[in-house]
């Protein structure tokens, strides 16, 4: 802060800054602004010999009188009038930093967030949450970063992000979540391979080559694993880091792709595709959302927490279970 270093670098100009009792600092402010010890004990309420002795205690930090007595006033030295500008500013800008974290005005607060989205949040809720920040909270700067479980933990530890949005499947007590959908899966097919009322079998369903959809290039996903249970597998032709891009390669018929419901029907409305119901049981992931407890308490941190929850819950209705790469 600008001011605080101002403050500082004048303290340290005269003496030793470290061992400045900063308590003294509101003695000196009621001071300059009464330029009487009595009226000044009375705003702090300490009583004037308090006061008084503080005022000596500030003498002998600086080294200067500060505030000499001419009958009824006490007329400030040319260094406590240098000093108390910063001392002011200082003071205001803390109490008016304190007010901020009890009274969040989201209108008018100018702060940054980072958020972390694993792949599925970030194409899923992103968007139309950036939206409603902006539209309540112009001035907040958000930076959304791609994180994928498990790395988000460390990144909420060191604070390096304020939240993380997306599937977990365990956690530590530090962590405070709440549920924000449950998903389950959904399989999606060119309207070139697959008719508008048909219904997929095993057969057919394996018959076919398949697209996954994996930032991490991983082969393998809830599908798979679902496959390897029953003793059987699919063939995965195509492994692309991101959905929308997956999307494009199932309209382009390069194979069947499956990933969650909602995320689905998006695909569905935009590029035509044609929805179908796995021909075999598949679990499903919990989207959370999941902060450090140390942040549990600030206002602008419930307000954020909100407004994501409450975009979320607008886009989707809310649920609950979770596991690994989607689709």
């Not at 800054?17 to 309420?45: C, I, K, P, W």
């Not at 999307?247 to 035509?272: E, I, K, W």
Request: glycine share 8%.
């Amino acid at each position: 802060m600008t001011i605080g270093l101002g403050l500082i670098s004048f303290i340290d100009m005269k003496n030793d800054f470290s061992r400045l009792d900063l308590n003294l600092l509101r003695v000196f402010d009621a001071l300059m602004r009464h330029r009487g010890v009595t009226q000044a004990a009375q705003e702090l309420r300490l009583t004037q010999s308090s006061a008084s002795n503080a005022l000596q205690r500030l003498r002998a930090q600086f080294g200067d009188r500060l505030l000499e007595r001419q009958g009824n006033a006490m007329i400030p030295t040319r260094t406590a009038e240098e000093l108390w500008p910063f001392v002011a500013d200082a003071l205001g800008s803390i109490a008016s930093g304190i007010a901020a974290t009890r009274d969040f005005d989201p209108a008018t607060a100018a702060l940054r967030f980072r958020i972390g989205m694993d792949d599925y949040a970030l194409a899923l809720i992103g968007p139309d949450f950036c939206t409603a920040v902006a539209s309540l909270a112009p001035n907040i700067r958000m930076d959304i970063l791609p994180v994928r479980h498990p790395a988000e933990a460390e990144e909420l530890r060191i604070g390096a992000l304020d939240f993380f949005l997306g599937a977990v499947w365990n956690g530590a007590a530090e962590f405070e979540y709440q549920p924000v959908l449950s998903e389950s899966f959904v399989g999606l097919a060119a309207p070139s391979l697959l008719r508008d009322d048909a219904e997929m079998d095993l057969q057919s369903f394996l018959a076919r080559p398949h697209i996954l959809m994996s930032a991490r290039g991983r082969v393998q996903g809830n599908v798979d694993a679902a496959l390897a249970a029953i003793g059987t597998a699919r063939e995965v032709r195509v492994c692309l880091p991101e959905f929308d891009a997956a999307a494009r390669a199932t309209l382009a018929g390069h194979g069947f792709f499956s990933c969650g419901r909602r995320l689905a029907q998006r695909f569905v409305d935009t590029y035509g595709l044609r929805p179908f119901e796995l021909p075999l049981p598949v679990p499903g992931f919990e989207v959370q959302l999941r902060w450090h407890r140390r942040n549990s308490l600030a206002a602008s941190h419930i307000w954020m927490r909100g407004v994501l929850l409450e975009t979320s819950s607008r886009l989707f209705p809310p649920c609950g279970n979770a596991p690994d790469e989607k689709g």
